[in-house]
């Protein structure tokens, strides 16, 4: 169990990212005296995450923001649906789905994205695939506002992601659709287009913040401006 003064706080990493990454923001976060969980993503299945995930929050004592960046968004939108305690949603340069929407659909829903051709496959013994950003394409294609030292880091600590849960589109009811939900927008995002994050976060009817020249990696570029927002959906 968690027992909190404040709200907790559960960050939800992506794809090609892991949980230290949130290490900037949590730092802010907890400044303000919340709890702060930086959840490992199993990066397995969207069904398969969003499990974990909400199991660590059925955990948890008290209210609840929970967090996701990029295809942790898929996550947290299953995770939250009937979850008593999240009192609010947080979309980081995320995926909102509705059913039937994959992170590879929506992804491709407005043009931008150049993450197919940076992507490197391992394949593994049930079939699937493992897929990774090539180390030496990472900083162009996630992270160009992020310094050049800390990228090679975060290119070699990546999580990958299976291709399967990229392409399993979310089912069932999605958490945004009744939780107050604030959208981060990552105007030089090159893995999901600002074009399809604004298209989320209008569809969500969520208060959402645009931050020009941030890459994909907005966590990173921009924590202060991540954390600002996270408090805000505190106060709900």
């Known amino acids: 169990?968690?027992?909190?003064?404040?709200?907790?706080?559960?960050?939800?990493?992506?794809?090609?990212?892991?949980?230290?990454?949130?290490?900037?923001?949590?730092?802010?976060?907890?400044?303000?005296?919340?709890?702060?969980?930086?959840?490992?993503?199993?990066?397995?299945?969207?069904?398969?995450?969003?499990?974990?995930?909400?199991?660590?929050?059925?955990?948890?004592?008290?209210?609840?923001?929970?967090?996701?960046?990029?295809?942790g968004g898929m996550v947290i939108s299953k995770a939250a649906a009937g979850a008593d305690n999240v009192k609010s949603l947080v979309f980081v340069a995320a995926f909102a789905p509705e059913s039937g929407?994959?992170?590879?659909?929506?992804?491709?829903?407005?043009?931008?994205?150049?993450?197919?051709?940076?992507?490197?496959?391992?394949?593994?013994?049930?079939?699937?695939?493992?897929?990774?950003?090539?180390?030496?394409?990472?900083?162009?294609?996630?992270?160009?506002?992020?310094?050049?030292?800390v990228t090679r880091v975060m290119a070699a600590t990546q999580r990958p992601i299976t291709l399967a849960a990229l392409e399993e589109p979310a089912d069932g009811a999605q958490a945004w659709a009744t939780t107050p939900s604030f959208f981060l927008i990552s105007e030089a995002d090159k893995n999901i287009p600002a074009a399809a994050q604004h298209f989320m976060a209008e569809r969500a009817t969520g208060e959402a913040v645009s931050i020009d020249g941030a890459s994909h990696a907005v966590f990173a570029s921009h924590p202060a401006e991540v954390a600002d927002l996270i408090l805000r959906a505190a106060q709900v």
């Open 1 to 71: 169990m968690v027992e909190n003064a404040k709200t907790t706080v559960v960050l939800v990493h992506g794809a090609f990212a892991e949980s230290g990454g949130w290490g900037p923001v949590i730092e802010l976060v907890r400044a303000q005296g919340h709890q702060v969980i930086s959840a490992a993503n199993p990066l397995r299945s969207v069904a398969f995450d969003a499990g974990q995930v909400r199991a660590l929050v059925d955990s948890i004592d008290g209210p609840v923001v929970l967090v996701g960046h990029s295809y």
């Open 101 to 149: 929407d994959s992170a590879v659909t929506l992804s491709g829903k407005f043009p931008g994205s150049t993450l197919a051709q940076t992507l490197r496959p391992v394949p593994l013994p049930d079939g699937n695939q493992d897929m990774y950003v090539a180390q030496e394409l990472y900083r162009n294609q996630f992270a160009a506002d992020v310094p050049a030292e």
